[in-house]
């Protein structure tokens, strides 16, 4: 059975930072897509991130230069470093991991974060 944990959300100022983490089972994280999808209230769920074969990084415009993905396939746990935090990186975060050539994902249960003064 696969499972995605996301952890790490929470309430921060603007300008601040958060990194959140999404802690895999089940699944051969080596062998697979990560991405980090957000949703805000009353809106569609968007891509946020991606990371593929463990170097090759792509970021919405919205967030480039203020986030970071990565991984640590050793522990099976994925990152999305946030700074520069702004009201509108409000959202729920969830994970997705999607193995090489499957026509099908995983999702995490998502993280809340906030980001108000």
């Known amino acids: 059975q696969v499972q995605l944990v996301e952890s790490g959300g929470g309430l921060v100022q603007p300008g601040g930072s958060l990194t959140l983490s999404c802690a895999a089972s089940?699944?051969?994280?080596?062998?697979?897509?990560i991405a980090w999808y957000r949703q805000a209230p009353g809106k569609e769920r968007e891509w946020v991130a991606t990371?593929?074969?463990?170097?090759?990084?792509r970021y919405a415009d919205s967030v480039k230069g203020r986030f970071t993905i990565y991984r640590d396939n050793a522990k099976r746990t994925m990152y999305l470093q946030m700074n520069s935090l702004e009201p509108e990186d409000t959202a729920v975060y969830y994970c997705?991991?999607?193995?090489?050539?499957?026509?099908?994902?995983?999702w995490g249960q998502g993280t809340q974060v906030t980001v108000s003064s």
């Open positions: 997705n991991a999607r193995p090489i050539k499957a026509s099908y994902d995983f």
């Open positions: 089940g699944i051969n994280v080596n062998f697979a897509t």
């Open positions: 990371i593929a074969d463990n170097r090759f990084t």
